[in-house]
């Protein structure tokens, strides 16, 4: 996951500190922790993916 991130975001510290940032998206949780089960690590994916075609979630 910390790959896509900094695929997504173009900077490995900008990455780590996205996945340990609290999400009002995820539930107020970390995308580290929300993907702690598949379904939040999906949601996790699809949020990076929409970062990477320029779809802030």
Do not use: C, Y
Request: glycine share 6%; aromatic share 6%; net charge positive.
């Amino acid at each position: 996951m910390i790959e896509q991130a900094q695929k997504a975001l173009q900077n490995r510290e900008k990455a780590l500190r996205w996945l340990r940032t609290e999400k009002r998206s995820l539930d107020g949780q970390t995308p580290l922790d929300h993907a702690q089960r598949e379904s939040g690590f999906l949601n996790v994916l699809a949020h990076l993916e929409r970062i990477e075609h320029g779809i802030w979630p």
